[in-house]
């Protein structure tokens, strides 16, 4: 399997996902600081002009820690562009990357060629996330160096399928970068994720529930509370169907197992309040393994963990 250079090296084979409204500047530094991608979704920094400020910031930070650690360099880091039509956002946050070179960038909800390769003349790689088959040859046909399979199980907008399944059809045909997304949320499952045939695992959740998040007390600690049976799929939200907490629905003064369905045309990624921001403020999204979260801790405690876990995974199954 083909892996690119910026993505080789990593402390651990690990991508943290872009969260909506959670992934900042703090995040995403202190993820790559601790050895993994560290990514934010472009749509967080509002107004607009604050994406050239958050770039600034990380672009600066990440290069002061690599003058003084030499020996232990900082992770690339990642900004995910929704190419959903309603984003009216999102040339002017591409002009903004391409002032800020940034290295990887996490196409959702729409692939367009024309984007991968602006980010390509800048030296970036893509990453795109899909749910199928079907849409993983659309990306790679339209110029995506890499997928990320979004599993069952996933946190926020989710697939259906086993990760088994989507995995094996797509290596079936695709040697490039692959990340899974859906459940992963120990080093154990880092591990299990490449003995499928991902190159990395894709987490998500299990950072929420750090300090540096920008998330509510209540929303940590129900992330930390909170089991597999503890997640709702539904698609009432945004139009897209996705794994969200029990107990916030609930707090919204709905009952989860009768949600009716949702419409895609609700869906609006605009410049002004994004999409539907109370369905991520209020209704909150969470995959199902987090189950394996138990406490409030930093990034780099969280990741520390996790290699802790993936080493003894692999001694215990003798790799």
């Known amino acids: 399997m083909t892996v690119p250079a910026i993505l080789k090296n990593l402390r651990l084979p690990v991508i943290g996902s872009p969260l909506f409204i959670i992934s900042g500047p703090e995040l995403v530094i202190a993820q790559c600081k601790a050895g993994i991608v560290g990514s934010f979704p472009a749509l967080n920094a509002r107004p607009q002009a604050m994406l050239d400020e958050w770039l600034h910031r990380i672009t600066e930070e990440l290069s002061a820690h690599n003058r003084a650690n030499p020996d232990r360099p900082a992770a690339p880091f990642a900004v995910n562009q929704i190419v959903h039509k309603s984003n009216d956002r999102l040339e002017s946050d591409l002009e903004t990357c391409a002032k800020w070179q940034v290295p990887i960038v996490i196409t959702s909800?729409?692939?367009?060629?024309?984007?991968?390769?602006?980010?390509?003349?800048?030296?970036?790689?893509?990453?795109?996330?899909?749910?199928?088959?079907?849409?993983?040859?659309?990306?790679?046909?339209?110029?995506?160096?890499?997928?990320?399979?979004?599993?069952?199980?996933?946190g926020g907008h989710a697939g259906r399928l086993s990760p088994f399944a989507i995995i094996q059809e797509i290596r079936q045909w695709f040697d490039g970068p692959l990340?899974?997304?859906?459940?992963?949320?120990?080093?154990?499952?880092?591990l299990a994720a490449q003995a499928m045939g991902a190159d990395f695992g894709y987490i998500g959740s299990p950072f929420i529930a750090t300090t540096e998040a920008n998330?509510?007390?209540?929303?940590?600690?129900?992330?930390?509370a909170g089991k597999a049976s503890d997640i709702v799929y539904s698609n009432l939200f945004t139009g897209v169907h996705g794994n969200y907490l029990r107990a916030s629905i609930v707090a919204a003064g709905m009952d989860p197992d009768a949600l009716p369905e949702g419409d895609l045309k609700t869906m609006d990624f605009g410049g002004g309040n994004g999409s539907k921001p109370k369905a991520w403020r209020d209704i909150w999204g969470s995959g199902q393994g987090i189950g394996a979260v138990t406490e409030v801790e930093s990034v780099s405690a969280r990741v520390d963990r996790l290699e802790r876990e993936y080493r003894a995974a692999r001694v215990r199954i003798g790799v």
């Open 109 to 154: 909800l729409g692939a367009r060629e024309d984007l991968n390769t602006a980010v390509h003349g800048w030296g970036g790689i893509t990453l795109h996330d899909v749910i199928d088959d079907r849409f993983a040859r659309k990306a790679i046909e339209k110029g995506a160096d890499g997928l990320i399979a979004v599993a069952a199980g996933a």
């Open 179 to 190: 990340a899974l997304s859906g459940s992963i949320a120990t080093g154990d499952a880092v």
């Open 215 to 224: 998330a509510d007390q209540a929303y940590k600690d129900g992330i930390v």
